[in-house]
């Protein structure tokens, strides 16, 4: 599935904002979607992970409670809806796609088959 990530930009500190990810291909609906970020020099980092179904979430302890992973199979879309921002999460943001792996090791990049382009959020201090 090919992913197109969207929706970064700059942002104060507490402030929102919502990512967007629109995957082509008619089996949107069999993949378990996640977000991951990166800053330059450091690995990938997981964000949050949603299942097929949309019934299951996993959230990076940093980010529970601030963010929310939601998907509309209709619209072959996933969506990370960000609150109460902290410059620490500056990065470029993934959106990436995984079959079978994921529901056991949600946390890990090699779960993932395909990934988005990314989107850079910046949030000042």
């Known amino acids: 599935v090919q992913l197109q990530a969207s929706g970064g930009g700059l942002v104060q500190a507490g402030g929102s904002l919502r990512l967007s990810c629109a995957a082509s291909?008619?089996?949107?609906?069999?993949?378990?979607l996640g977000w991951f970020r990166q800053v330059p020099g450091k690995e990938r980092e997981f964000v949050a992970t949603?299942?097929?179904?949309?019934?299951?979430?996993w959230y990076a302890d940093s980010v529970k409670g601030r963010f929310t992973i939601s998907r509309d199979n209709a619209k072959n879309t996933v969506y990370l809806q960000m609150n109460s921002l902290k410059p620490e999460d500056t990065a470029v943001y993934y959106c990436?796609?995984?079959?079978?792996?994921?529901?056991?090791?949600?946390?890990?990049?090699?779960?993932?088959?395909?990934w988005g382009q990314g989107t850079l959020v910046t949030v000042s201090s």
């Open positions: 990436a796609a995984g079959l079978v792996k994921v529901t056991t090791k949600p946390f890990e990049p090699a779960s993932y088959d395909d």
């Open positions: 949603i299942s097929r179904t949309g019934a299951r979430t």
């Open positions: 291909g008619r089996t949107f609906s069999t993949y378990a």
